[in-house]
């Protein structure tokens, strides 16, 4: 595998998710960046209290230049104390859109999680 540049973004803008049942996730702290194989998107949501937080997190493949990136999986953790909450999601409805040269990252996204543990 050939490592290209790797993008860090300090990143401005909005990220935010609706999750059914919870708080709307509006993270205080936001991240991209490419591996050379995979865009990796975060946001964490938390206060002072180390053990209150929410985080996040998508993986999404490059693919050659002719095709769209492809989502690969999200993560989602959330802490409240002694209570942890932890869902992931392989598949479901995804607009990607990464214009690498104006560090710009567009990402909407649908999912479903069934069983979260």
């Given at each position: 595998m050939t490592i290209e540049k790797v993008v860090t973004s300090s990143t401005t803008g909005t990220f935010t998710a609706r999750?059914?049942?919870r708080p709307d996730f509006a993270p205080t702290r936001v991240n991209v960046y490419f591996d050379g194989e995979y865009y990796h998107c975060s946001g964490s949501e938390a206060g002072l209290d180390p053990d209150v937080f929410r985080t996040l997190y998508?993986?999404?493949r490059r693919n050659p230049s002719t095709e769209p990136a492809t989502f690969h999986e999200m993560l989602y953790i959330a802490k409240s104390g002694h209570d942890l909450e932890k869902?992931?999601?392989?598949d479901g409805t995804f607009t990607i859109d990464f214009d690498t040269a104006a560090q710009h990252y567009k990402m909407s996204f649908h999912v479903v999680v069934n069983d979260p543990y």
């Open positions: 999750i059914q049942g998508f993986n999404v869902a992931t999601a392989k």
